[in-house]
């Protein structure tokens, strides 16, 4: 499988806002749905937001919701995610992944890639 790479992770501040990135070789994010995923200590991975090929359709958990905005940028093909206002709640290891659809809740369903190392995100109250 092809491997992907996160990057941007870093400690914060409540309140503040940060943008992860990630990146594949071998595939191209606008010819597959991708997504965020992410891992709090001691919890199981859990979906953050999920975006169709295309670019124009974009599906978030419901705690990020309002706060997050996936994108890709297809030039560089690239897949970011910004999360504004963050809280302690988003403290956990960030990972990404190209699959063959989005659920309405943010799910990469039937991830293709294998998962990376993650980046670490640490948000201080």
């Known amino acids: 499988q092809v491997r992907v790479e996160e990057s941007g992770g870093r400690s914060v501040q409540a309140g503040e806002s940060l943008r992860l990135s990630c990146t594949t070789s071998?595939?191209?994010?606008?010819?597959?749905?991708s997504g965020w995923f992410r891992q709090a200590p001691g919890l199981g991975r859990e979906s953050v937001a999920c975006?169709?090929?295309?670019?124009?359709?974009?599906y978030y958990q419901r705690t990020v919701k309002g706060r997050a905005t996936i994108t890709r940028d297809a030039a560089m093909n690239i897949l970011h995610l910004q999360i504004d206002r963050l809280t302690t709640d988003d403290t956990a290891r960030y990972f990404c992944?190209?699959?063959?659809?989005?659920?309405?809740?943010?799910?990469?369903?039937?991830?293709?890639?294998?998962w990376g190392q993650g980046t670490q995100v640490t948000v201080s109250s």
């Open positions: 071998g595939m191209r994010f606008d010819g597959y749905y």
């Open positions: 975006i169709t090929p295309s670019g124009t359709s974009t």
């Open positions: 992944a190209l699959g063959r659809m989005c659920s309405d809740a943010g799910t990469v369903v039937q991830p293709v890639t294998s």
